[in-house]
């Protein structure tokens, strides 16, 4: 069992930055991939940025592309999401995943959830 607690989240002006963090329970952190994913009200959860065990593979969506950056600290059991550019498309709430199959743009490819955290870009 992995419990994710996301936290870093805020109202940010177009332009600014934000720096994401989850923090994984347990001693397994680095035996999973990890995730970020985000959510607007009526909408699917979208992916957004994922890392390998190592931090050797990371992929991102294209809408987030030069603007975000996902990291990880497996000492720390944690893992991070740069934000910087925002725009207010990005308003959401964001979540992390832990992935035990390794790196993945697919939800239903993550088998732990942290509760989200509100991300909200003013115009």
């Known amino acids: 069992q992995v419990q994710l607690v996301e936290s870093g989240g805020g109202l940010v002006q177009a332009g600014g930055s934000l720096r994401l963090s989850c923090v994984a329970s347990?001693?397994?952190?680095?035996?999973?991939?990890m995730g970020w994913f985000r959510q607007v009200p009526g909408k699917e959860r979208e992916f957004v940025a994922t890392?390998?065990?190592?931090?050797?593979?990371?992929r991102y969506a294209d809408a987030v592309k030069g603007r975000f950056t996902i990291s990880r600290d497996n000492a720390r059991n944690t893992v991070y999401l740069q934000m910087s550019s925002l725009k207010p498309e990005d308003t959401a709430v964001y979540y992390c995943?832990?992935?035990?199959?390794?790196?993945?743009?697919?939800?239903?490819?993550?088998?732990?959830w942290g509760q989200g955290t509100q991300v909200t870009v003013s115009s």
């Open positions: 890392i390998s065990r190592n931090s050797g593979i990371t």
């Open positions: 995943a832990a992935n035990l199959q390794g790196t993945s743009t697919r939800t239903g490819a993550y088998d732990y």
């Open positions: 347990g001693r397994t952190f680095s035996s999973y991939a």
